[in-house]
């Protein structure tokens, strides 16, 4: 499958459920406040947060497909914040890679970098957060078991309504020998 393709569809899954849960949380948490202070005035009624609860049912429900349908993804996929620090990766990533979820937090993802290229990668990635645009560059990662491999990595800004950068989605593609 196309890399822009995968990455687009995951994009496209994210920043939707990213901004609905965002929302839609937000709602709920003011529903919530202003049932306490004001009881079932001002059209917040038990109604309106069952419909809240109902919806982050659903987006959660969502997320998870997404996660999911990620997970059996050939490639390495994963998700950042908008500051390029590591939110999620997909199973392929962490099993060719040998880290774990923790292992990965912050810019801890690095260290799945072949050393001699980590300098490159980290310095292209940084630029293209503080730019905005797309990263495109073929490097060496290693594998569980230290061998390195070759890769063709890409990662896009995922934007809000606003065109703000709320986050980063990424897709390695291991290079055929």
Not at 42 to 54: A, E, H
Not at 88 to 96: D, G, Q, R, V
Not at 147 to 154: D, G, L, Q, R
Request: charged share 30%; hydrophobic share 35%; with cysteine.
């Amino acid at each position: 499958m196309d890399v822009e393709l995968i990455t687009a569809i995951v994009a496209g899954a994210g920043l939707l459920i990213g901004q609905a849960y965002y929302g839609y949380r937000q709602r709920k948490e003011m529903a919530e406040k202003m049932q306490q202070d004001f009881g079932e005035a001002d059209g917040y009624s038990s109604l309106n947060l069952n419909r809240i609860n109902k919806i982050e049912d659903d987006i959660y429900t969502l997320s998870l497909k997404m996660r999911l349908l990620t997970g059996g993804c050939p490639d390495l996929m994963f998700e950042t914040d908008k500051y390029g620090d590591y939110i999620w990766a997909n199973k392929k990533y962490l099993e060719s890679t040998g880290r774990s979820m923790d292992d990965m937090n912050g810019t801890g993802w690095i260290l799945s970098v072949h050393h001699q290229d980590r300098h490159l990668v980290l310095n292209e990635w940084k630029y293209c957060i503080e730019q905005g645009r797309n990263y495109d560059m073929e490097y060496k990662m290693l594998k569980r078991d230290g061998t390195p491999f070759a890769v063709e990595a890409h990662a896009y800004p995922v934007r809000a309504k606003d065109k703000d950068i709320i986050g980063w989605i990424g897709v390695i593609k291991p290079e055929d020998k």
